[in-house]
């Protein structure tokens, strides 16, 4: 069975598909602007010291977030690749 976890909690290196995004409004457009839609790929490539922003990799580029963004998203982590 898939899980399911928010992109927050996810490790660097850690593969998984986006399946939900729960802002709404002017956030939730701008999360989905920045190519993070459900039924997308992405890794974690990396952390700052403090853990906050988050680097991904998606479609060919890499992006930025916040973790109060990251927060919105939640991701289903490939069997072989959990938490």
Do not use: C, W, Y
């Not at 593969?15 to 729960?22: F, N, S, V």
């Not at 920045?34 to 974690?44: A, N, R, Y």
């Amino acid at each position: 069975m898939p899980t399911i976890v928010n992109l927050r909690e996810m490790r660097v290196n850690q593969h998984g598909i986006i399946k939900t995004i729960g802002a709404q409004g002017e956030l939730g457009r701008r999360i989905r602007d920045m190519g993070l839609v459900p039924g997308t790929e992405i890794i974690v490539i990396g952390r700052a010291p403090l853990k906050d922003p988050v680097a991904l990799r998606l479609k060919g580029f890499t992006l930025t977030l916040r973790n109060s963004e990251a927060d919105f998203i939640t991701v289903e982590l490939p069997d072989n690749d959990l938490v």
